[in-house]
């Protein structure tokens, strides 16, 4: 299985998916012209990583605004989160005056099968 390193771009965010060390990290702006059209390798690369996981997934969500559509996107890549059968822990970090992006996170939390950890930081990198 190839991991999945896509560079950011003003629309785009950043993307590491290791399989070797269960971290999927996804970092930026996340506005992207097509969501779907971006987001489905990601989904298609967690089913397969579902079937083949690491005793420890970790997850890095550090978006500093994303879309509607990319909100859907995100919402169908969690959902496949949970069918891994190991410990997976959802890392969602947000600036600490950025209500919005904490309450999306909690969102998330409320509607996936999956632990989330709040993650509050001065200035997301």
């Known amino acids: ?10 629309k785009t965010p950043s993307v590491n998916f ?3 060390e ?3 990290e996804i970092k930026g702006r996340s506005i992207p012209e097509n969501s779907l059209e971006f987001y489905k390798p990601l989904i298609e690369w967690v089913e ?4 083949q996981s690491k005793p420890d997934t970790n997850v ?4 500093e605004y994303f879309n509607t559509s990319s909100s859907k996107c ?3 890549l969690f959902k ?22 904490l309450e999306a996170g909690e969102d998330y939390e409320a509607i996936i099968n ?12």
């Open 1 to 10: 299985m190839e991991n999945i390193n896509l560079q950011p771009s003003p």
């Open 18 to 20: 290791n399989e070797g």
């Open 22 to 24: 269960g971290i999927l």
């Open 48 to 51: 397969k990583y579902a079937a």
């Open 60 to 63: 890095h969500i550090q978006l």
């Open 74 to 76: 995100l919402l169908d």
């Open 80 to 101: 496949r989160l949970e069918a891994i059968s190991n410990k997976v822990v959802i890392n969602w970090y947000y600036e600490q005056d950025d209500e919005d992006m």
């Open 114 to 125: 999956v632990p989330f950890k709040m993650i509050e930081v001065e200035e997301l990198k």
